[in-house]
């Protein structure tokens, strides 16, 4: 007679569902913890006023990629949706509006992580707002296609990110970077963007298949910006003397005047 070993009692497997979930919930803390503390050791010597871009060299190389990027490819892709002087959905015909719905729903689902972020920055109000805004949108705008929570409930979207948590930890801003694909930023927003997809709720939520379409309809999202604001982009990108310091200009001044730091206007060609 063959005689069966008894069943083992061990602990659980460690590759289940459950165990996966909190283990990308330790390492995002663990980002978090390691980013604060990083940027919070030299949060006592912050940078100068005005314009602080050591990298300037490679800063304007990857801005000529950038440019040379937006202007083969996603200005061609965006022609005919309508420019700075059409309002989301209209003029753009069937196009512009399926991205402007695309965009919709990438906006949506980065609700979670902008709630994130106003209860780290001890804001409850933008918190409770951006979370209502999630639901009506997802329950009654199709998963956040539409957007009966701005029209129909006067429930706006609440941006922040966590290079703005940040900035309200006392974290300085850092010198200024512009990199391939993103864009013009700083060390801190930089640090933070990578934060903000360590951290982001959505993550736990959804499975990697779901979250890379939840990635790329943001893509789509900020394409369907450039559809909008094509006019604007284009005289700072494609026809101003040194589109490079425009938008050096353009974005450190937008951004310290978002994160409530006024000052003095720069000149970019002070230098």
Known sequence: MTVFPPPSRGPPPLDGPAHRSHQKVRISLRLLLLAALCLASCSASRAPEGINDPFEG???????????????????????????????G???????????????????????????????????????????????????????VLDPAGKDFA?????????????????????????????????????????????????????????LIGMATRVASKVSQRAQYGDAVDSVLHDSADSYTQTRLIYLQHRRHKLGQEEEAIDPYAD
Do not use: C
């Open 90 to 144: 209209e003029g753009r015909g069937i196009g512009g509006t399926m991205l402007q719905g695309v965009g919709n729903f990438g906006a949506n689902i980065s609700l979670p992580g902008k709630v994130v972020n106003h209860l780290l920055q001890g804001k409850p109000e933008p918190a409770i707002k951006n979370t209502f805004r999630f639901l009506v949108n997802t329950t009654l705008g199709f998963g956040g």
């Open 58 to 88: 490679m800063n304007r190389r990857f801005h000529a990629f950038n440019a040379g990027l937006d202007q083969k490819v996603v200005k061609p892709a965006t022609s005919g949706m309508g420019g700075s002087k059409a309002a989301p």
């Open 155 to 211: 429930l706006p979207e609440q941006g922040t990110d966590f290079g703005e948590t940040l900035a309200v930890w006392g974290v300085p801003e850092g010198p200024y970077l512009e990199l391939p694909l993103v864009g013009p930023t700083t060390t801190r927003d930089g640090l933070g963007k990578v934060v903000d997809i360590a951290i982001d709720p959505m993550r736990q939520w959804l499975n990697r298949d779901q979250y």
